[in-house]
């Protein structure tokens, strides 16, 4: 194509009254793009396989480390308390429970900001520099000196977390449809059970340090992953493109196809466009609260898994290095579950059924928590480990939001708001551990059972939800043949497309 008509191509004004950009029509940019490459050559078509294996290696690698780091960020708090931290800080009473739930906190009051964020910013370089702003948070950790002073270190590790779930949905359903979405998210979700893993592993290596080291163990760890952290974060900056339309290492018949080929989502790609009334339709949708209520009542047992589960096993009678050892299973364990959700949707579908399947072991883990004495070692460890479960179902939640919710502003809404439920109730979990029912904690295992059927519970409700929503709905439009079509790539929301269909 000849500039002069590439030229005319980009300020041609269609039926919508805007320009192909459309900007002022609140069409998504990649109909600009499928558009202004309407003549891209298709009489060799693009191998799908192959295409989806080349973006498989260039971004979710690097999704796949944000979210490992992420939760190794947060979960070293609960090796560095079997490291003496506690100790070291002169903390009392609650005062751990505290730290741990005022990160969440903090991440918590940035969802709201972060809404705006995601619509103006692209999403690829606003989580780099907030991968990189968290690591400098963790590195700064190992500085404190008081109570006070580590928990200022962790609020503004929430705070620069706040964006990386929103982020990485928000991303993953740019490149991926509808199926093709849950074993990708699951996979960089897997980082969350390597981040149990290598957090153990680290914090038995740097046990070891000696008493004349200048730093105290737990305090070089911090350091040490937190520059990790910020190396990680320059990387997505400089490598993660911001949209399948801006990677270089695809071509233009290569992004046509894969624009043509996730056009089926009508979830589109990127619109900077900020609709307002899109946030009161999604304060007043259903699907969002159902959403919302699922993942609190799930995160209320990440209290055992980020924060407390190394102190539950040394509370079985292990030193402080076995304690970090006898750990890394549970990470076995959140891989295992996460992959069989992921891998399983992927073939079958029925996202409701692998969450509830998930819930069953975590509720066993609470019962075998709860009800053993702490004297039988294997069978608390067996709960402590199946309670991990519970975690495989987020990545299944985070993937509903993005492939049910159509419009760029209210799926941004809705990114931040169940990420923001994820918080709320990991504010929750760490809260059930008060010092006075140490060391068996009785009343948090008891909290893991009742939380986990009250979400299985809403999990079914919302698989009514969607099967009632479809049967009311036509099941045209989900044809790639419509993929120039203005109409399939407008700003429209679940709500107004008429031909949406809901994925459950």
């Known amino acids: 194509m000849s500039t002069s008509d590439k030229a005319s191509k980009e300020e041609r004004v269609d039926e919508f009254g805007a320009t192909s950009d459309g900007a002022s029509a609140g069409l998504d940019s990649a109909w600009a793009y499928l558009d202004a490459h309407r003549d891209a050559d298709d009489t060799n078509p693009t191998d799908l396989a192959a295409l989806r294996r080349k973006i498989d290696w260039h971004i979710v690698p690097l999704m796949f480390l944000c979210y490992t780091l992420q939760f190794l960020d947060k979960v070293i708090l609960n090796y560095a308390n079997v490291m003496g931290l506690q100790k070291d800080l002169n903390m009392q009473g609650n005062d751990f429970s505290n730290v741990a739930t005022f990160l969440f906190v903090g991440l918590l009051c940035f969802e709201v900001p972060n809404v705006y964020f995601l619509q103006t910013v692209p999403a690829a370089k606003w989580l780099g520099l907030n991968v990189t702003l968290w690591g400098v948070a963790t590195a700064c950790g190992a500085a404190a000196t008081s109570y006070q002073t580590l928990l200022v270190s962790r609020i503004f590790l929430g705070i620069f977390e706040a964006t990386i779930a929103p982020s990485l949905m928000l991303i993953s359903s740019q490149w991926y449809t509808k199926s093709?979405?849950?074993?990708?998210?699951?996979?960089?979700?897997?980082?969350?059970?390597?981040?149990?893993?290598?957090?153990?592993?680290?914090?038995?290596?740097?046990?070891?340090?000696?008493?004349?080291?200048?730093?105290?163990?737990?305090?070089?760890?911090?350091?040490?992953?937190g520059v990790i952290t910020v190396v990680?974060?320059?990387?997505?900056?400089?490598?993660?493109?911001?949209?399948?339309?801006?990677?270089?290492?695809?071509?233009?018949?290569?992004?046509?196809?894969?624009?043509?080929h996730v056009s089926v989502n009508q979830t589109g790609i990127e619109n900077r466009k900020f609709r307002g009334k899109e946030i009161l339709e999604a304060l007043m949708d259903p699907q969002i609260y159902l959403l919302l209520v699922s993942v609190v009542l799930l995160s209320v047992s990440s209290g055992v898994i980020t924060t407390y589960s190394a102190t539950l096993i040394?509370?079985?009678?292990?030193?402080?290095?076995?304690?970090?050892?006898?750990?890394?299973?549970?990470?076995?364990?959140?891989?295992?579950?996460?992959?069989?959700?992921?891998?399983?949707?992927?073939?079958?579908?029925?996202?409701?059924?692998?969450?509830?399947?998930?819930?069953?072991?975590?509720?066993?883990?609470?019962?075998?928590?709860?009800?053993?004495?702490?004297?039988?070692?294997?069978?608390?460890?067996?709960?402590?480990?199946?309670?991990n479960a519970v975690v495989a179902p987020l990545a299944i939640f985070y993937n509903w939001t993005v492939a049910n919710i159509g419009g760029a502003t209210k799926r941004a809404f809705a990114a931040a708001l169940i990420s923001g439920s994820f918080s709320l109730g990991n504010i929750i979990g760490p809260q059930t551990f008060q010092a006075k029912d140490a060391p068996e904690y009785r009343p948090a295992k008891l909290a893991v059972m009742g939380t986990q059927a009250g979400c299985a519970i809403t999990t079914f409700l919302l698989f009514l939800y969607y099967v009632w929503q479809n049967k009311k709905r036509t099941s045209e439009g989900e044809k790639e043949e419509a993929y120039l079509s203005p109409e399939a790539w407008a700003n429209m929301t679940d709500k107004e497309n008429k031909t949406f269909r809901y994925t459950y």
């Not at 990680?232 to 043509?260: I, Q, R």
């Not at 890394?328 to 509830?356: D, N, Y």
């Open 232 to 260: 990680v974060g320059s990387c997505v900056v400089f490598f993660l493109p911001d949209t399948p339309m801006k990677a270089t290492w695809l071509s233009d018949k290569e992004k046509v196809a894969l624009l043509k």
């Open 314 to 387: 040394r509370g079985l009678n292990f030193d402080s290095k076995q304690s970090a050892l006898m750990n890394t299973p549970s990470g076995a364990v959140s891989i295992f579950f996460t992959l069989f959700v992921g891998f399983g949707i992927r073939l079958q579908s029925h996202r409701w059924a692998f969450i509830i399947a998930c819930i069953i072991p975590a509720i066993i883990g609470g019962a075998l928590m709860s009800f053993l004495p702490i004297t039988n070692r294997a069978g608390c460890l067996a709960g402590i480990y199946l309670v």
């Open 180 to 225: 093709e979405q849950a074993p990708r998210f699951c996979f960089w979700y897997t980082g969350l059970g390597i981040g149990q893993i290598v957090g153990g592993l680290v914090s038995y290596g740097f046990q070891h340090m000696g008493p004349d080291a200048r730093l105290a163990g737990w305090r070089t760890m911090f350091v040490v992953l």
